[in-house]
């Protein structure tokens, strides 16, 4: 069964960092592209960026281009999202997920597994 646990939320000020980490078990995490989204109240799950099995290759929601990071260890079976110059905009609860598709891919019906989400709240 896969499992992927998303860990690092917490509540921060407005310019500040943050690091997520992603640890996924169930199946071989290293042939497949990783993604991040987010879901603030009363919205959409929203893409924020994606990775490809090997890591050469990612994308971001225009909205985080510049400030966040993705990468992944497949040794350590962990994909990470480094949020850095964070705005309240940010605040949202944080999803991994795990596509069917080796290459980097923004769209949410192409993954088919989600962690529990994340917590991640900026003040102003």
């Known amino acids: 069964q896969v499992q992927l646990v998303e860990s690092g939320g917490g509540l921060v000020q407005a310019g500040g960092s943050l690091r997520l980490s992603c640890a996924a078990s169930?199946?071989?995490?290293?042939?497949?592209?990783m993604g991040w989204f987010r879901q603030a109240p009363g919205k959409e799950r929203d893409f924020v960026a994606t990775i490809s099995w090997s890591g050469a290759s990612t994308d971001y929601a225009d909205s985080v281009k510049g400030r966040f990071t993705i990468s992944r260890d497949n040794a350590k079976n962990t994909v990470y999202l480094q949020m850095n110059s964070l705005k309240p905009e940010d605040t949202a609860v944080y999803y991994c997920a795990t596509s069917y598709l080796a290459f980097a891919v923004p769209r949410r019906n192409d993954y088919t597994y989600w962690g529990q989400g994340t917590q991640v709240t900026v003040s102003s």
């Open positions: 169930g199946r071989t995490f290293s042939k497949y592209a």
